[in-house]
């Protein structure tokens, strides 16, 4: 982690290592279960954008080993896939400093959650649109670098984008933007 990383490590780390309990609710059977059970955390950063030092910018790396439950019948990881690890990558970056036990969007925004906890709002927000480039296939048994950034985090809409990497192959696999906002009041 950089000097000017505000958070203490070992709350991130806590956080990461509890990525599986935090998206299924403590429920077995949640979506994609399997694949963020097998998730790695690497590493994350809070510091000042390199462009603008006075925004601040949340980033974290994970690594997953391709395997059947990520895969189409080519046995490459399916774009739903990708596109889950992309929504959830974001999802979990938002969570870093979140004091609350309640992780209402399981999909999006974790690096933007983070940050906007980190500037006191409560890091509650619903996906807005979801936009990704599929660069190369990733086959079984591949390890995936998936890396987040957060990239504009404001009072009521955020984004960040994701790289998925495949390590054995050194090429980019997806990218993605993910723009999240605040969701309205339910109306009954």
Known sequence: MSSDTVSDPEVVNAVFKNVNHIFSGGRPRTFANSVVSRLEFVDSTFKNN???SQRREVSATFKIVVDEDMCNASGNVHGGCSAFLIGMQTDI?????????HFLDVCSSVCIMALKVSQGGNGIDVSQS????YHAPAAIGETLRVVNTTM??????????????????????????HIKMEPSSAKL
């Open 93 to 101: 970056k938002s969570m870093l400093n979140c004091k609350t036990d």
């Open 50 to 52: 390199a462009v603008e």
């Open 130 to 133: 979801l936009n990704i480039v």
């Open 152 to 177: 504009a985090v404001g009072r009521r809409v955020a984004s960040a984008r994701t790289e998925i990497w495949s390590e054995t192959n050194r090429r980019l696999v997806a990218s993605g933007v």
